[in-house]
């Protein structure tokens, strides 16, 4: 008989959530994002967000990285 095997998932959670998290984060020779962002937005405001992106022609992902930049800049080279 043939086993049944359950291919991996597109989003399976890491097996070490912490170890994951707590990873130090590889120099970028590309322009790829490392890590992903889960929030929880109701309904209606995941419709807003998509079609004020879809307005500025523009990923709803592009639109919140842009937001988040501009909200949390970087202060790596202020003087506290």
């Known amino acids: ?9 597109f ?3 890491p097996a ?3 170890r994951w ?4 984060e590889k120099p970028a020779t ?3 994002f ?3 962002l889960t929030i929880d937005v109701t309904p209606a405001l ?3 967000l998509k079609v004020a992106a879809f ?13 988040l930049a501009r909200e949390f800049p970087d202060t790596s080279g202020d003087v506290p």
């Open 46 to 48: 995941r419709g807003r």
């Open 1 to 9: 008989m043939t086993e049944h095997r359950t291919p991996p998932g």
């Open 34 to 36: 490392t890590a992903r």
């Open 16 to 18: 070490d959530p912490e």
């Open 11 to 13: 989003a399976a959670r």
């Open 21 to 24: 998290v707590r990873a130090p």
């Open 55 to 67: 307005q500025r022609g523009i990923t709803v992902a592009d639109m919140l990285r842009a937001l």
């Open 30 to 32: 590309t322009n790829r």
